[in-house]
């Protein structure tokens, strides 16, 4: 069983993160699940935004993680008296939530961003059905 001092600090993860997921909602535009729903918009993104933003891919990991750790402690009550993790997951959702204002998350860089989709040469069977459309 674990200490008082773990579940201190699962409560206040937990606590975090249920504000954290509020101001996503807002964020997005949406009822529920923001974590949920800022992942889905960075898949949805451009795989060249990955290259373009070095910290993409270490915020969607963060994400995945500290919204499993949610879904843990929401699961199982006694997980509070487990150790799930640090307080730096709680400095991590309050750090984001200043580059949420001051538009400096990846998906405020990447909406800012301008991407060119690479296409494909046609063939000369296309050229030719082309020509005669």
């Known amino acids: ?7 201190k600090i699962n409560e206040r993860f937990y606590d975090e993160y249920n504000y954290f997921d509020k101001v996503l909602c807002e964020r997005l ?7 949920s729903g800022y992942l889905a918009k960075m898949k ?18 963060r994400l995945t993680n ?10 199982n009550e006694e997980a509070f008296e487990d150790f799930q993790g640090k307080d730096e997951d709680v400095v991590w959702m309050q750090v984001f939530c200043e580059k949420l204002e001051a538009n400096a998350d990846p998906l405020s860089k990447y909406a800012t961003m301008k991407f060119s989709y690479k296409t494909r040469r046609k063939t000369l069977w296309q050229k030719i059905i082309e020509f005669f459309s």
Not at 66 to 75: G, N, P, S, V, W
């Open 66 to 75: 500290i919204q499993k750790r949610h879904a843990d402690l929401k699961a």
């Open 44 to 61: 949805e993104a451009v795989t060249e935004a990955r290259e373009a933003i070095p910290e993409w891919d270490i915020t969607r990991n």
């Open 29 to 35: 535009n949406i009822e529920e699940h923001g974590v």
């Open 1 to 7: 069983m674990g200490n008082s001092k773990t579940r």
